[in-house]
């Protein structure tokens, strides 16, 4: 498994920051908080750390 791409990253820790209006910072609007989150990615990024995106889990299925 590769690492996922930086811009990729940023944009998932954006969304998910922008959707929990607990977590996110007091600015509201996505671009704004697409900063913040490219904060975090460049500290991860320094501190070495990468991240990879697993496999998606099969489908549960129910028993007939």
Known sequence: MEPVDEHELTEAIAYALWRNHQA?????????????????????KLCGM???????????????
């Open 50 to 64: 990468s991240v990879v995106q697993r496999e998606p889990r099969p489908l549960h299925k129910t028993p007939e």
């Open 24 to 44: 996110r910072p007091r600015r509201k609007s996505l671009d704004e908080t697409r900063h913040y989150a490219r904060t975090v990615v460049a500290h991860l």
